[in-house]
């Protein structure tokens, strides 16, 4: 198994409690309770996939996960 199959895993284990499509709120308290501002901040830069439906974002479980292996290496 690879390095990042393994993180991978490992994250979705540790948010197994979390639904698969997050709003920004939920994002924010899941990367660590992030100001709501800084959450934005991040999705509209681009560095978390999201979908925009109306005025909300909608955000990936999957997504976080990528983020936060690409963070740390």
Known sequence: MTEEKRK?????????NYPDVLNVEQMCELLGSISIKTGYKILKEKKIDSVKVGRAYLITKINIIDFLINANT
């Open 8 to 16: 991978k895993s490992a994250y979705l284990k540790m948010l197994k």
